[in-house]
């Protein structure tokens, strides 16, 4: 009841001083601001819901300051460092009966074993990865040589071409050289068929 | 000359913010111009499911022509694609998907635009974030006006919305705040604009105590109408109006007026009294102390122009930007921003009725000055005439 009391002091408008005349709301808002900053912040639980109410209108007020000075550093250090072994540290500080003892040197018993097994299987995987290996590499030799072979044909094959490329050139040429020889000689053939003809008949006149 | 309003949907019972905004305008014009409306056949704003089975009807004299909705909406689908571009970096063609998705998607209305685009001197396009927005504008900018009704919602940020800013030849702006977001998001200042916002309907006839004896309603209230949803922020107001009570020890009552999306707490000084009619509603916001808007995003909240039309003060959300705003220029409404103002500001109004009678009475003045129809028609107008000049 007396909280409400003091509460209610919070509605009283003789606070706030307001022109009647001339409202200005920008200036009644900032007085309620003013006012709103000196009022005690209140206990815990108020705290909280204040809390509550300002993350609801936007982003809260700043928190209580954490513990400053080296102590703090190191101890928010560590802290740090330790979490990732919190649950192994919570484990370990768990108090262990018999019985539990017991659980764990069987559980331990039955990983010997299981581990035994599997490395027994993994030998034999081993053994089976060597032989699948070695006839792979045979295959992949026998298919090198091939390949080899076939690269060496190859070139041969490219040189073959080459020089009966150059051959054909070669005769490409000879044949318009006797071409051009021909058609000489034609025109020297021509030229004395001509003269054989004027001789005649210079004789014959 | 004739106007066609383009909105996304349109009916008298239809009582969303842009919509009413739309069908009041185009009411009011009808005076000067030949007007007609192009909308959908939608009625629900999740789906927009075809609902109005005519393609044709008459309106309040004005001819409405309706278009179908091809595609409907799917929720899950829509939130999903808007969360993806809201979060990841995207390409333009995600966000026209998400354009499409939001809807009402509806081909028909568009290509009926361009092939009567003759027909019309001008199309005033409302509500810019939806499709028929932003492909009637970018497929006629040069006869587009737009109403955006935008608010400061993330998705006003997206690429597509930049550009559409800048393409049509005016822009009719709802408020100061609306109009500084959107010139700063997109540089359109060259753009012709104005701040009009809207008018609106008071009814002949309302009366407080039969309010009072109808729902059985004692003693000082407080009131909040409109949709009874999360994005109004009704939670928050729920949480401060309870724990207000809890510490001050008053008996004011709180009463919500409006379709409810919301789980309203139980509680004896919280009446919930669902949609009421147009007569009811001014009877309620008549006798109450103070409306009530904890809303974040508005472009102008026409309920707050009503409430300040019947001399009634208001305590809105300071983080919204336009409440806060309309509340300084017309020195009507308190605002804030966590539960401490929000209890200093409600007790200091509770406790002096002076204070709640000069910011009514500054509240009407301020409508009176902005929002009577006949500033809203002359605003309107001097916008055609000045388009027409640069013809």
């Given at each position: 009841?007396?909280?409400?009391k003091?509460?209610?002091?919070f509605?009283k408008?003789e606070?706030?001083n307001?022109?009647?005349?001339?409202?200005?709301?920008?200036?009644?808002?900032?007085?309620?601001?003013?006012k709103?900053?000196?009022?005690?912040?209140?206990?815990?639980?108020?705290?909280?819901?204040?809390?509550?109410?300002?993350?609801?209108?936007?982003?809260?007020?700043?928190?209580?300051e954490?513990?400053?000075?080296?102590?703090?550093k190191?101890k928010?250090?560590?802290?740090?460092?330790?979490?990732p072994f919190?649950?192994?540290?919570?484990?370990m500080i768990?108090?262990?009966h018999?019985?539990?003892?017991n659980?764990?040197?069987?559980?331990n018993?039955?990983?010997?074993l299981?581990?035994?097994?599997?490395?027994?299987?993994?030998?034999?995987?081993?053994?089976?990865l060597?032989?699948?290996?070695q006839a792979?590499?045979?295959?992949?030799?026998?298919?090198?040589?091939?390949?080899?072979?076939?690269?060496e044909?190859?070139?041969?094959?490219?040189?073959?071409?080459?020089?009966i490329?150059?051959?054909?050139?070669?005769?490409?040429?000879?044949?318009?050289?006797?071409k051009?020889k021909?058609?000489?000689?034609?025109k020297?053939?021509?030229?004395?068929?001509?003269?054989?003809k004027?001789i005649?008949?210079?004789?014959?006149? | 000359?004739?106007?066609?309003?383009?909105?996304?949907?349109?009916?008298?019972?239809?009582?969303?913010?842009?919509?009413?905004?739309?069908?009041?305008v185009?009411?009011?014009?009808?005076?000067?111009?030949?007007?007609?409306?192009?909308?959908?056949?939608?009625?629900?704003?999740?789906?927009w499911?075809?609902?109005?089975?005519?393609?044709?009807?008459v309106?309040?004299?004005?001819?409405?022509?309706r278009?179908?909705?091809?595609?409907?909406?799917?929720?899950?689908?829509?939130?999903?694609?808007?969360?993806?571009?809201?979060?990841?970096?995207?390409?333009l063609e995600?966000?026209?998907k998400?354009?499409?998705?939001?809807?009402p998607?509806?081909?028909?209305?568009?290509?009926?635009?361009n092939?009567?685009?003759?027909?019309?001197?001008?199309f005033?396009?409302?509500?810019?974030?939806?499709?028929?927005?932003?492909?009637?504008?970018?497929?006629?900018?040069?006869?587009?006006?737009?109403?955006?009704?935008?608010?400061?919602?993330?998705?006003?940020?997206?690429?597509?919305?930049?550009?559409?800013?800048?393409k049509?030849?005016?822009?009719?702006?709802?408020?100061?705040?609306?109009?500084?977001?959107?010139?700063?998001?997109?540089?359109?200042m060259?753009?012709?604009?104005?701040i009009?916002g809207?008018?609106?309907e008071?009814p002949?006839?309302?009366?407080?105590?039969?309010?009072?004896?109808?729902y059985?309603?004692?003693g000082?209230?407080?009131?909040?109408?409109?949709?009874?949803?999360?994005?109004k922020?009704?939670?928050?107001?729920f949480?401060c109006?309870?724990?207000?009570?809890?510490e001050?020890?008053?008996?004011?009552?709180?009463?919500?007026?409006?379709?409810?999306?919301?789980?309203?707490?139980?509680?004896?000084?919280i009446?919930?009294?669902?949609?009421?009619?147009?007569?009811?509603?001014?009877?309620a916001?008549?006798g109450a102390l103070?409306?009530?808007m904890?809303?974040?995003?508005?472009?102008?909240?026409m309920?707050?122009?009503?409430?300040?039309?019947l001399?009634?003060?208001v305590?809105?959300?300071a983080?919204?930007?336009?409440?806060?705003g309309?509340?300084?220029?017309?020195?009507?409404?308190?605002?804030?921003e966590?539960?401490?103002?929000?209890?200093e500001?409600?007790g200091?109004?509770i406790?002096s009725?002076?204070l709640?009678?000069?910011?009514g009475?500054?509240?009407?003045?301020?409508?009176?000055?902005?929002y009577t129809?006949?500033?809203?028609?002359?605003?309107?107008?001097?916008?055609?005439?000045?388009l027409e000049?640069?013809k």
């Amino acid at each position: 009841m007396t909280d409400k009391k003091e509460q209610k002091k919070f509605i009283k408008k003789e606070e706030i001083n307001i022109d009647y005349d001339n409202i200005d709301v920008a200036d009644i808002m900032d007085q309620i601001k003013r006012k709103i900053a000196t009022q005690p912040i209140k206990a815990a639980e108020g705290d909280l819901k204040n809390e509550a109410f300002y993350s609801s209108f936007g982003p809260s007020p700043a928190g209580p300051e954490e513990p400053s000075g080296t102590k703090a550093k190191v101890k928010k250090l560590l802290l740090r460092v330790m979490k990732p072994f919190s649950p192994l540290i919570k484990v370990m500080i768990f108090p262990v009966h018999q019985e539990t003892q017991n659980n764990f040197d069987q559980t331990n018993r039955r990983l010997d074993l299981l581990n035994e097994k599997l490395e027994g299987e993994l030998g034999k995987i081993h053994e089976k990865l060597d032989h699948l290996n070695q006839a792979t590499n045979k295959r992949v030799d026998l298919a090198f040589e091939g390949l080899n072979k076939a690269l060496e044909y190859t070139k041969l094959l490219h040189s073959l071409s080459h020089n009966i490329v150059v051959e054909l050139t070669k005769l490409k040429i000879e044949q318009e050289n006797l071409k051009v020889k021909i058609r000489i000689m034609e025109k020297d053939f021509e030229f004395l068929g001509r003269k054989e003809k004027a001789i005649e008949k210079e004789i014959f006149k | 000359m004739k106007l066609a309003f383009v909105v996304q949907r349109y009916g008298l019972e239809i009582s969303g913010g842009a919509e009413l905004h739309c069908r009041w305008v185009a009411e009011h014009m009808k005076k000067y111009f030949e007007v007609e409306v192009l909308t959908t056949k939608a009625f629900d704003y999740i789906t927009w499911k075809d609902h109005y089975p005519r393609g044709e009807e008459v309106i309040n004299g004005i001819p409405v022509k309706r278009f179908s909705v091809t595609r409907t909406r799917d929720p899950k689908r829509f939130g999903r694609i808007q969360n993806y571009i809201l979060e990841n970096e995207h390409r333009l063609e995600d966000e026209l998907k998400w354009l499409e998705e939001e809807g009402p998607y509806s081909p028909s209305l568009i290509k009926y635009i361009n092939e009567h685009q003759n027909d019309y001197d001008y199309f005033i396009f409302f509500s810019y974030r939806y499709y028929h927005s932003y492909c009637g504008i970018n497929s006629l900018p040069q006869k587009s006006i737009l109403v955006p009704t935008a608010e400061h919602d993330p998705v006003i940020y997206l690429k597509i919305f930049k550009d559409l800013f800048r393409k049509p030849r005016a822009i009719i702006y709802n408020s100061v705040e609306e109009k500084n977001m959107i010139n700063s998001l997109s540089q359109n200042m060259d753009v012709l604009g104005d701040i009009i916002g809207v008018g609106t309907e008071i009814p002949s006839q309302f009366s407080s105590e039969g309010f009072r004896r109808k729902y059985q309603i004692g003693g000082d209230y407080i009131i909040y109408i409109g949709r009874i949803d999360k994005n109004k922020g009704c939670h928050k107001l729920f949480d401060c109006f309870l724990r207000f009570k809890d510490e001050i020890g008053s008996d004011i009552k709180l009463v919500l007026v409006g379709s409810n999306k919301l789980k309203i707490p139980s509680h004896s000084d919280i009446a919930y009294l669902g949609f009421l009619s147009e007569e009811d509603k001014f009877s309620a916001l008549e006798g109450a102390l103070l409306l009530m808007m904890p809303s974040f995003y508005e472009s102008l909240s026409m309920v707050t122009l009503e409430a300040w039309a019947l001399r009634i003060p208001v305590l809105a959300n300071a983080r919204c930007e336009v409440l806060k705003g309309q509340c300084m220029r017309s020195n009507a409404g308190l605002f804030y921003e966590n539960y401490e103002e929000f209890r200093e500001a409600l007790g200091l109004l509770i406790s002096s009725p002076g204070l709640c009678e000069a910011m009514g009475k500054n509240g009407q003045e301020y409508f009176r000055q902005n929002y009577t129809w006949e500033v809203i028609e002359n605003k309107y107008l001097s916008i055609l005439d000045q388009l027409e000049k640069e013809k």
